[in-house]
Nanobody
Framework: QVHLVESGGGSVQAGGSLRLSCAMS????????MGWFRRARGQEREGVAV????????????TYKDSVKGRFTISKDSAKNTLYLQMNNLKPDDSGMYYC???????????????WGQGTQVTVSA
């Protein structure tokens, strides 16, 4: 049984940094995408960053939402089976609930992801 648990959210001022972690128990080696999505209050869920597993499309090359390029970095520690999202130079527009997801096929297709965590809140103040 796959179980995703996020941590690392919090409240920071604009320009600050946070690192989100997602412990991915029960999720083995898969070529499908894993990544991070967020939902701001009153907004639709949107993809932030995804990457494929071994042998997957792009061979692990990350894909980012345009507005986070150069500021966010997605990575995975395979030994710990943990997915990370390093977020630097945070902006108020980055605020929202951040979710870890796995088993999908596109940044623009959140409904394609089979597994989801409960989310961790990120709040960025001006």
């Amino acid at each position: 049984q796959v179980h995703l648990v996020e941590s690392g959210g919090g409240s920071v001022q604009a320009g600050g940094s946070l690192r989100l972690s997602c412990a991915m128990s029960g999720y083995g080696q898969s070529p499908y995408l894993m990544g991070w999505f967020r939902r701001a209050r009153g907004q639709e869920r949107e993809g932030v960053a995804v990457m494929s597993g071994p042998g997957g499309p792009g061979d692990g090359t990350p894909t980012y939402k345009d507005s986070v390029k150069g500021r966010f970095t997605i990575s995975k520690d395979s030994a710990k089976n943990t997915l990370y999202l390093q977020m630097n130079n945070l902006k108020p527009d980055d605020s929202g609930m951040y979710y870890c997801a796995a088993g999908g096929y596109g940044l623009e297709f959140p409904n394609s992801f089979n597994y989801w965590g409960q989310g961790t809140q990120v709040t960025v103040s001006a």
